[in-house]
């Protein structure tokens, strides 16, 4: 693969959408400006996600978030599943084509968020999830993971104060917990995860991810 893929992780009301927007528009100005010497002025950036970067994930993320099911719940492990079948389908028809086409992919969320999610939240077994991650994915990796670390309440008030919430933030506070132990966890065990204050301003995070950008920005021989 020729491009790079670059995920952002973490809970609820981290502000990895707003991140990833400006992330791109950044990107998109330093690399196309030719100012500091661009080595790719015909650079794409795609901005993707999980669930729901395909028209399969969108019906997919629908279901597992807002269907009124009428009472009915979603089982663990059917959850587990459909979390892996949209992301079999957005690696294979969206993520893969854009990296072999040299693309910048910035997807919001991947396999990290069902370790902590469907593992460390609801407690299925890690193992397991680890072999269905590889399944979906066929291997693939993020080439970097920007992990939005941010205290679980302020997320959650960030994400309530947004408007209608669904179905995996009326959890409870204690699941949400237990998903930031599982990023903890997580980032401990892989150097390609780089943890982000997500507390501060809007700026300041982003200030901090442009600088890690930056650094493998060199490495990867973009600029
Ligand atoms: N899930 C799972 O369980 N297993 C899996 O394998 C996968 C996912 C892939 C959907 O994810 C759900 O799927 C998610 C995990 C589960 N659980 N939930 N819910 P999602 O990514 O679509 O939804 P989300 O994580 O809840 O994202 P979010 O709430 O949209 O948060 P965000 O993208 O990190 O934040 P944001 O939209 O950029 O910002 C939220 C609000 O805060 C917004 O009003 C911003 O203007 C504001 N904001 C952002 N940054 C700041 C700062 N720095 N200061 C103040 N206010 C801010």
Redesign the pocket.
């Known amino acids: 693969m020729i491009g790079k893929f670059i995920v952002f992780e973490?809970v609820?009301?981290?502000?990895?959408?707003?991140q990833i927007q400006l992330l791109r528009n950044w990107l998109l100005e330093k690399l196309q400006s030719g100012q500091p010497l661009s080595k790719s002025p015909d650079l794409e950036v795609i901005i993707t996600?999980?669930?729901g970067g395909t028209k399969v994930g969108k019906t997919i993320r629908e279901l597992l978030?807002n269907a009124d099911l009428s009472g009915e719940q979603i089982q663990e492990r059917a959850e587990l599943l459909l979390?892996a079948a949209d992301r079999a389908q957005h690696i294979e028809t969206l993520v893969k084509p854009c990296l072999e086409r040299g693309a910048i992919v910035l997807c919001?969320?991947f396999i990290d968020?069902?370790i902590a999610?469907?593992g460390y939240g609801r407690g299925l077994d890690l193992a397991l999830i680890q072999q269905l991650n590889h399944i979906a994915t066929g291997g693939l990796k993020s080439d970097l993971t920007f992990w939005?670390d941010i205290d679980v309440e302020i997320g959650l008030t960030?994400?309530k104060?947004?408007g209608k919430i669904?179905r995996?933030?009326q959890a409870d506070i204690q699941f949400h917990q237990r998903v930031k132990k599982g990023y903890q966890e997580l980032a401990k065990n892989n150097p390609l995860i780089v943890q982000i204050d997500?507390n501060?301003?809007?700026e300041k995070?982003q200030q901090q991810i442009q600088e890690i950008i930056i650094q493998k920005l060199v490495k990867w021989k973009y600029i």
């Open positions: 973490g609820e009301g981290g502000g990895k959408t707003t996600r999980e669930p978030l979390y919001d969320r968020s069902t999610y469907q939005l960030r994400a104060n947004r669904d995996m933030e997500a501060l301003t809007i995070v």
